[in-house]
């Protein structure tokens, strides 16, 4: 659902002339990452204690979100700012793929059944806007008598 949040506001902002800045959608993801995160936390019950979070694994837990979730979306944002919003939703969307995918290949992971719904439904979001994509471009194209 946030994919589909941000490709909507970032072709909301592109029609309007003014791709977002890598930098400020890096750190809005870093931002909303990092609330979500902490709702969950303090959501869902666990007994993990506040020690827990001090010293190295402070550092390490900060590491991995710098290196994990900054750095990429910083990555993420640059390569994608000169392409259409279709393309980066589609990339986007096929992240967790991959990622299942080289788990399983790779790391010889098994694929959990639950996993299945959310499949078709990527793959089902990724047909309908590359319909929709091929659709406007042909509606685009001029009419030759």
Same mark, same amino acid.
């Given at each position: 659902?946030?994919?589909?949040?941000y490709?909507?506001?970032?072709?909301?902002?592109a029609?309007?002339l003014?791709?977002p800045?890598?930098?400020?959608?890096?750190l809005?993801?870093f931002?909303?990452?990092?609330?979500v995160?902490?709702?969950?936390?303090?959501?869902?019950?666990?007994?993990?204690?506040?020690?827990? %979070?001090? @010293?190295t694994?402070?550092?390490?837990?900060v !590491?991995?979100?710098i290196?994990? /979730? +900054? #750095? =990429?979306?910083?990555a993420?944002a640059?390569?994608?700012e000169?392409?259409?919003?279709?393309?980066?939703?589609?990339?986007?969307?096929?992240?967790?793929? %991959?990622? @299942?995918a080289?788990a399983?290949?790779?790391? !010889?992971?098994?694929?959990?059944? /639950? +996993? #299945? =719904?959310g499949?078709?439904?990527v793959v089902?979001?990724?047909?309908?806007?590359?319909?929709?994509?091929?659709?406007?471009r042909?509606?685009?194209?001029?009419?030759?008598p």
């Open positions: 659902m946030l994919t589909a949040l490709v909507y506001l970032y072709r909301h902002v029609n309007n003014s791709a800045e890598p930098t400020s959608v890096t809005m993801t931002a909303l990452g990092s609330v995160l902490i709702a969950i936390g303090c959501l869902v019950p666990t007994n993990v204690s506040l020690a827990t %979070f001090s @010293g694994n402070l550092l390490i837990f !590491g991995l979100a290196l994990c /979730t +900054a #750095i =990429p979306s910083f993420f640059f390569a994608s000169p392409l259409p919003s279709v393309v980066t939703a589609t990339i986007s969307l096929l992240i967790p793929l %991959f990622a @299942g080289f399983f290949v790779i790391l !010889g992971e098994n694929v959990p059944l /639950t +996993a #299945i =719904p499949t078709v439904l089902a979001g990724i047909v309908l806007i590359l319909r929709q994509n091929n659709q406007i042909v509606s685009e194209r001029p009419i030759h």
